[in-house]
C-alpha cells in the first residue's frame, strides 16, 4: 500500500537555529497535509498543498510541494521553543489520509 | 474549525476488560474516524464511521476487536474489547472540515496492565 516517510526521524536544534523536515511517498499525491502534535496533544491542521511546486508561507514556516508530488518539506527559520512537538505530513489515499512516519523536532533554549 | 469532545482522556485497565471510548462533535458530520496511536509511532486508521451503516474498517482491525457505534451524526463510540498490553496506545477520534482537513479531539490514553 501507499507509505509516507519522514525524514529525520528527530531532530535537536539550538533555538534560533533553522529546521526541515522532508516528506517522500512512493506514489504521486493529489495533495499534502501537514499537521504539528505538541507534546501530550493532538494532532492539529497546518496547511494543505494541492498544485505541483506549490509555496506557501506561514511566519516563520515554509511549507513546499514538489514538482511531481511526491515529496514535500516543511521549513522552519529561526526556532523557537514553541516548535516543540511532532510534525506529520498526511497525503489523501483512498477515501482516508495516511499519515507519514513523523519527525519529533525538540529545541533547547 | 470543530469541537469534539472525547472521553475518558486516560484510563488504565486491566488485562481481558473492554473500554468504550466516546467522541461528540458540534455538529453534524457524516463521517467519523478512529485512529491509534503507538506511544512515539504516527497515527494508524482503525475504521470509519458512517451513520446508518456498518463500520468500515482497515486492514489489520477487526469488529471484534474494536466494535463501533454511530448511533447519529454527531456521535460516535469505539470499544476496545478485550484488552491486552498490546492495545496501551492514544486513541483519537477525528472528521474532516473544510475539504480534507482533519480535526481532532484530545485523544485517550489508554494503558493495559
Known amino acids: 500500500g501507499q507509505q509516507v516517510m519522514q525524514i529525520p526521524q528527530y531532530q535537536h536544534v539550538q533555538e534560533g537555529e533553522d529546521f526541515t523536515t522532508y516528506c517522500n511517498s512512493s506514489t504521486t499525491l493529489s495533495n499534502i497535509q501537514w499537521y504539528k502534535q505538541r507534546p501530550g496533544g493532538h494532532p492539529v491542521f497546518l496547511i494543505q498543498l494541492v498544485k505541483s511546486g506549490e509555496v506557501k508561507k506561514q511566519k516563520r514556516l515554509t511549507f513546499q510541494f514538489g514538482e511531481a508530488k511526491k515529496n514535500s518539506s516543511l521549513h522552519i527559520t529561526a526556532t523557537q521553543t514553541t516548535d516543540v512537538g511532532t510534525y506529520f505530513c498526511?497525503?489523501?489515499?483512498?477515501?482516508?489520509?495516511?499519515f507519514g512516519t513523523g519527525t519529533r523536532l525538540q529545541v533547547f533554549p | 474549525s470543530a469541537v469534539i469532545s472525547q472521553k475518558p482522556s486516560r484510563d488504565i485497565c486491566q488485562r481481558g476488560t473492554s473500554l468504550t471510548i466516546q467522541c461528540q462533535v458540534d455538529?453534524?458530520?457524516?463521517?467519523m474516524f478512529w485512529y491509534r496511536q503507538q506511544p512515539g509511532q504516527s497515527l494508524t486508521l482503525i475504521a470509519t464511521?458512517?451513520?446508518?451503516?456498518?463500520?468500515?474498517?482497515e486492514s489489520g482491525f477487526v469488529i471484534d476487536k474494536f466494535p463501533i457505534s454511530r448511533p447519529n451524526l454527531t456521535f460516535s463510540t469505539l470499544t476496545v474489547s478485550n484488552m491486552s498490553p498490546e492495545d496501551s496506545s492514544i486513541y483519537l477520534c477525528?472528521?474532516?472540515?473544510?475539504?480534507?482537513?482533519?480535526?481532532f479531539g484530545s485523544g485517550t490514553q489508554l494503558s493495559v496492565l
Open positions: 498526511a497525503a489523501t489515499g483512498t477515501d482516508k489520509l495516511i
Open positions: 464511521a458512517n451513520q446508518g451503516s456498518e463500520a468500515t474498517y
Open positions: 477525528s472528521v474532516q472540515r473544510g475539504g480534507e482537513k482533519l480535526f
Open positions: 455538529s453534524q458530520v457524516t463521517m
